[in-house]
């Protein structure tokens, strides 16, 4: 079975500064793993996804994420937060094997970014 | 280049009643997926269709619930005598057929709300 955890319901952030939003994995192939961003009353927005390759994924609006394989982990980092970034964040995963083609999602972070 | 559209955007029936949602995905992708959204909760794979194909469905998808895709082009999705627990934002998405890593891009959803 595959899952994924956000740890964190919120996280508060400065405009300027870094931001990171965790998440962790669980699966029994190789992950696939993504993150989408979902404003109010929105669907999801595509991010950024780690297929294979380059542990560190750039992707939209000046995000990245960094996959870690040992921890499991596929942070979404910003080097430096836009108000406009507040959002609710979705990590996601597929398994390579086994899991079919369905997403299996997290239960979302909210960021909050302030002046 | 139009994206994942969605119809209603909002619902609102009482407790009883059948409701049908429609999705249009992305023109020349072959996949189609619907995910359920409670509040507070990240989107959970309900079915997906390949074409016109039903390939898989989840153990959340009950014998009220329906979905055709007919033509391989929209998709449908129906639940018959709704129930207050089906209040959610039903979210549909779709990709190209490239495997696994393909990418699902998401429609805005319709919000259904049974009274």
């Known amino acids: 079975a595959q899952s994924v955890a956000q740890p964190e319901d919120q996280v508060n952030v400065a405009e300027g500064n870094p931001l990171t939003v965790k998440c962790t994995y669980s699966v029994s192939g190789n992950p696939y793993l993504f993150w989408y961003v979902q404003y109010p009353n929105r669907g999801l927005q595509f991010l950024l996804k780690?297929?294979?390759?380059?542990?560190l994924v750039k992707g939209s609006y000046g995000f990245e994420a960094e996959f870690n394989k040992s921890q499991t982990s596929f942070h979404l980092k910003k080097p430096s937060a836009l108000v406009s970034d507040s959002a609710l964040y979705f990590c996601a995963v597929r398994d390579s094997t086994g899991g079919g083609n369905k997403l299996t999602f997290g239960t979302g972070t909210q960021l909050k970014v302030e002046l | 280049d139009t994206g994942v559209s969605q119809d209603p955007r909002h619902k609102i029936t009482k407790r009883g009643q059948n409701v049908t949602f429609r999705c249009d995905p992305i023109?020349?992708?072959?996949?189609l997926y619907w995910y359920r959204q409670t509040l507070g909760q990240g989107p959970e794979f309900l079915t997906y269709?390949?074409?016109?194909?039903?390939?898989?469905k989840s153990r959340l998808l009950s014998d009220r619930f329906s979905a055709e895709r007919p033509k391989g082009s929209f998709s449908t999705l129906e639940i018959q005598r709704t129930e207050q627990g089906d209040s959610a934002m039903y979210l549909c998405?779709?990709?190209?057929?490239?495997?696994?890593?393909?990418?699902?891009?998401f429609g805005p959803g319709t919000r259904l709300l049974v009274l």
């Open positions: 269709f390949q074409n016109e194909a039903q390939l898989e």
């Open positions: 023109s020349e992708h072959n996949r």
């Open positions: 998405a779709s990709s190209p057929l490239a495997g696994p890593q393909e990418t699902q891009y």
């Open positions: 780690y297929i294979t390759g380059d542990n």
